[in-house]
């Protein structure tokens, strides 16, 4: 009775240490965010025209004075985000243990314990410690990307106060400074400009647009998405270009990257599938053990008349033969297997239920810009007054040509065409060479694409350069919206060559260049050509020339402004990577739909979708959109629609939720700091490891070390491997689980001496699990593992065809070891020798059936289905020396209670266990049989 009590002690803690830690693991998070109407942040500053900011802020041109600043520092705090309140490690760690297979396993270590046996019982400890130390290390994704979001705060920024220049870190801004903005700075709090030259920002972390966006002073629409607020610099972006002024109108945690700070802070992350359902599986494994123990408990007791100390002892060996003690150690290696593989292919996993997750995927939300596409911009068409020309390639990689009507041309052959990509190379201020055999930019993407357009043609740069020397030029500002150069041959002869805004230069433009010399501008031919263009997605840009007299060396804007000769508009995009779109094409086929969602413009987003195969190039939902449905219809949406432009991050954590509620797994594969929420949200945040900043990386399960969307199709077909895996393994460990329990509870209905004793129970499942079950984690993909769709996420793991199947086999494994054990008894065999028989039986039943858990349908009977899996052959060996050990040493022996057995009984043995390899197999082939004819 002692021994009871104790056991009900342990579990009484046990439970009362599941609460406290349920409950401080659910414990309030601390918002340490101020509240929004604290800040000017929450008004349009982006549609105001500049003499209404000021006057709201209280601020002039001369800046703020020092007495002024310190007042507002108090008001709003200081420019930083703030620290959310994390748990302390003891208790991070201590939260690990709150899990019911958890506390099935701490039971049977205790019950391990009280049987006298600790090695076992630190065997068992030891799991549990392992998987509360890789869960304390994983811990934490959601303070790892706040911290990395805190990092990409500007550390030191030029303001004007008291109409002097000073620099101070970024931390003392307050809303009403004057910032001052120039290429290469981080712009420091959200800004609502002031003035600006050539001013060109880039926003990609924040909008996911790939390129730098010009800036302007003028307001624009209350209602426009975050990439059109063209008067506005957001905190954490960077100006690549140009000069700029700008108002400061919101620090810290008001501004843009705070309040993606703040959504991911608040954002719950979603429990595995496979989490779930273990939960589900443990809480009903727990009762059900608890349930048969306790009944035969009773009718041993009342119905057979056996002592209570008797029957406590046959309970306990019932609870241990039942309790599958090996299984979370089997999910947390096969797991780890599953990490290892995905690693070698280019994926890294950062939580490792994540792999399994992959299995399930339903959905991909795949960001645009650097994931579907090269992020780097191309020119793929090329107009002149007679022609329209496809040019080939990729990049910035100058490997490529021409065509006009399928067939190749050369530009020689062209002079048009060779007119226009020899100004395209000269009015550049970017430059292009290789490093490491790769083609990398300096400078602007635009002027990169055409320079590739130049070489692409033939022509130096270096040459064309030395040839048409540059004298003078006219740089970019957004308000003329061109540039423009000035050259002279050796000759003397002077040309201005100028790029810009096709709508702006064809207002400059009276000409255009034909084979018969320059002729009249006809712009309703331009027209068409540039609405054709921009139908499929191409940013446009015109190139055009005039005459300068030679003896002139300076370039004025009068210069340019009028009386252009047009040479022709080239089309550019930022073109889908190749092998994506065969990746896309493999998800598809494997039931896995791919959406696009993206800042990018509807247009652009819909000609990348119809190039990657994603969408029906017609059906785009915008950020505006978005804003003006409720949930409910968002849900309706997305089944609908697969593209997603000009996409903020609430929108997209939106999306993620919308498709979560139609019951869909979705993994999120983004590399921008406006993508991390959505990540966070997703069943499977996937970052990219090249482009992707570390708010992504930190916020997502999986990392892609090489950028590229195929290693995610990789990944999937892993993650079913994966799943897989782990459901033969319970088609292996819970069969013999519940054979080895059956065989119990058939001695205590017979009234009959137990057939196995727990501690000889606690060996046999110490040493499959070791050997058997674990060789199963290595199993190679089956060949339909990509053909078949995604498995319900609802489905139970345990389906009623998995529980006939481990009854099944229980029932085979009970008969053949407690009827070989009753043999024994009957053959006037000791009692420990008729326990060995059964142990060895019991042992050998697992042997023959591993191999059929290598295939949950298929046969096995080829030389890949009994041979393939050269682990299991090795398990093989390992488990019979164990048996040898376990029958014949004295010291096993005397552990034990076992006694040695001859030769002729080991054949007998083996010739029993055999059976349950015929008998499943004849089961696997039924099975199918019925099957097929239920689809024919």
Same mark, same amino acid.
């Given at each position: 009775m002692d021994s009871v009590l104790l056991v009900m002690a342990v579990l009484g803690v046990l439970a009362i240490a599941g609460f406290s830690l349920r409950t401080l693991g659910k414990g309030k998070r601390l918002n340490t965010a101020r509240d929004p109407a604290d800040s000017p942040a929450e008004q349009p500053w982006h549609a105001y025209e500049l003499t209404e900011v000021?006057?709201?802020? !209280?601020?002039?041109? $001369?800046?703020?004075? $020092? +007495?002024? *600043?310190?007042?507002?520092? /108090?008001?709003y705090g200081p420019n930083s985000l703030p620290e959310p309140r994390q748990r302390r490690p003891v208790l991070r760690f201590l939260v690990q243990f709150h899990n019911l297979l958890i506390y099935v396993l701490l039971v049977a270590a205790m019950v391990t314990m009280l049987l006298g046996h600790w090695l076992d019982a630190g065997v068992i400890l030891g799991v549990v410690i392992i998987n509360a130390v890789i869960g304390f290390v994983q811990e934490g994704k959601a303070e790892d990307a706040l911290r990395a979001i805190r990092q990409m705060l500007s550390p030191y920024t030029i303001v004007l106060r008291d109409n002097q220049r000073l620099k101070m870190p970024a931390g003392e801004l307050v809303p009403g400074d004057i910032v001052l903005l120039q290429s290469g700075d981080k712009v420091p709090a959200d800004l609502r400009l002031v003035t600006v030259k050539s001013l060109q920002i880039q926003e990609a972390a924040l909008t996911g647009e790939s390129l730098a966006v010009e800036k302007q002073v003028a307001p624009t629409d209350a209602d426009a998405s975050l990439g059109d607020r063209y008067s =506005?610099?957001? +905190?954490?972006?960077?100006? &690549?270009?140009?000069?700029g002024r700008g108002l400061v109108v919101a620090t810290g945690a008001a501004t843009e990257l705070g309040r993606i700070s703040s959504m991911l802070s608040t954002v719950e992350s979603l429990t595995t599938p496979l989490l779930r359902q273990m939960g589900q599986f443990a809480r009903w494994l727990t009762g059900a053990i608890i349930a048969v123990a306790a009944g035969s408990f009773l009718f041993g007791v009342y119905a057979r008349g056996y002592s209570m100390p008797d029957m406590f002892l046959a309970a306990v060996g019932l609870m241990v033969a039942?309790?599958?003690?090996?299984?979370?150690?089997?999910?947390?290696? &096969?797991?780890?297997i599953g990490?290892?593989?995905?690693?070698?292919?280019?994926?890294?996993?950062r939580r490792l239920p994540a792999v399994e997750t992959l299995g399930s995927v339903t959905v991909i939300c795949s960001d645009k810009t650097g994931t579907l596409t090269r992020n780097e911009m191309t020119v793929q068409a090329v107009a002149t007054a007679r022609s329209l020309f496809a040019v080939s390639g990729v990049g910035y990689d100058p490997h490529g040509g021409f065509n006009s009507d399928h067939d190749d041309i050369t530009p020689d052959d062209r002079p048009l065409l060779a007119e226009l990509t020899r100004a395209a190379v000269l009015c550049n201020d970017s430059a292009l060479h290789q490093r490491d055999g790769e083609w990398v930019l300096q400078g602007d993407p635009t002027e990169g694409a055409l320079l590739t357009l130049g070489i692409k043609a033939g022509l130096d740069p270096l040459f064309e350069n030395e040839a048409w020397r540059r004298t003078d030029s006219i740089p970019f500002e957004s308000q003329h919206r061109f540039m423009a150069t000035l050259h002279h041959d050796h000759a003397g002869h002077a040309f201005a060559y100028v790029k810009g805004a096709p709508e702006r230069l064809l207002e400059m433009c009276s000409r255009q260049l034909?084979?018969?010399?320059?002729?009249?501008?006809?712009? /309703?031919?331009? $027209? !068409?050509?540039?609405?054709?263009?921009?139908?499929?997605?191409?940013?446009?840009?015109?190139?055009?020339?005039?005459?300068?007299?030679d003896s002139q060396t300076d370039l004025q804007f009068a210069d340019v402004e009028k009386d252009l000769t047009l040479l022709g508009v080239v089309g550019m995009i930022d073109p889908p990577r190749e092998d994506a779109i065969e990746a896309v094409k493999l998800c598809q086929s494997a039931g896995i739909q791919v959406k696009m969602i993206t800042g990018d413009h509807a247009i652009t987003a819909l000609a990348i979708g119809a190039q990657m195969g994603i969408g029906d190039a017609v059906s785009v939902l915008t950020g505006q959109d978005i804003e003006h449905i409720d949930d409910e219809q968002l849900r309706a949406e997305v089944t609908r629609v697969d593209i997603f432009a000009r996409s903020s991050p609430e929108h997209k954590l939106r999306l993620v939720k919308a498709l979560q509620a139609n019951g869909h797994?979705?993994?999120?594969?983004?590399?921008?700091?406006?993508?991390?929420?959505?990540?966070?949200?997703? /069943?499977?945040?996937?970052?990219?490891?090249?482009s992707g900043t570390e708010a992504a990386k930190e916020a997502a399960e999986m990392v892609l070390a090489d950028d590229n969307f195929s290693s995610i199709a990789r990944a999937v077909e892993e993650g079913r491997t994966v799943y897989d895996n782990l459901r033969k393994a319970l088609l292996f460990i819970l069969p013999t689980n519940g054979g080895e329990a059956l065989v119990i509870i058939a001695a205590i209905a017979l009234g009959r001496t137990l057939p196995i004793t727990p501690?000889?129970?606690?060996? *046999?499942? =110490?040493?499959?699990?070791? &050997?058997?079950?674990? &060789?199963?984690?290595? !199993?190679? +993909? !089956?060949?339909?593992? =990509?053909?078949?769709?995604?498995? /319900?996420?609802?489905e139970p793991i345990l389906t009623g065809f998995y529980i006939w199947r481990i009854v099944f086999v229980s029932l085979v494994l009970v008969t053949g070891t407690f009827g070989l054990f009753i043999w024994q008894l009957n053959q006037g065999s000791s009692i420990e020798l008729a326990r060995t028989v059964a142990v060895n039986t019991l042992v050998m039943f697992e042997i023959f059936y591993v191999f059929n858990s290598r295939y949950i349908n298929a046969p096995i009977f080829s030389w890949n289905g009994l041979f393939g899996n050269r682990h299991i052959l090795i398990a093989v060996a390992l488990l019979v020396v164990f048996q040898l050990a376990f029958t014949y040493l004295g010291v096993m022996q005397l552990l034990f209670g076992t006694a040695a057995i001859s030769a002729s009984t080991w054949g007998i043995i083996v010739l029993v266990a055999s059976s349950v390899l015929f008998l499943v197999e004849l089961e696997k082939a039924v099975a199918r049989l019925i099957s097929k004819s239920r689809h024919s």
């Open positions: 000021f006057a709201a802020l !209280e601020a002039d041109d $001369n800046g703020l004075s $020092n +007495s002024e *600043v310190k007042r507002r520092l /108090d008001q =506005m610099a957001y +905190s954490g972006t960077l100006v &690549t270009y140009g000069q039942a309790i599958p003690e090996g299984l979370p150690a089997i999910m947390t290696i &096969t797991l780890a990490v290892q593989r995905m690693a070698r292919r280019r994926a890294i996993i034909t084979h018969s010399g320059a002729t009249p501008l006809v712009k /309703d031919y331009w $027209n !068409e050509r540039m609405k054709f263009m921009a139908q499929h997605g191409q940013r446009l840009l015109a190139i055009a020339r005039k005459p300068i007299p797994v979705v993994a999120m594969t983004g590399d921008g700091v406006n993508d991390a929420p959505a990540l966070k949200r997703a /069943d499977v945040g996937t970052a990219m490891g090249h501690v000889q129970i606690l060996w *046999v499942n =110490m040493v499959t699990t070791v &050997t058997l079950a674990l &060789t199963l984690a290595f !199993e190679p +993909s !089956e060949p339909d593992v =990509m053909r078949r769709p995604p498995r /319900d996420p609802r």
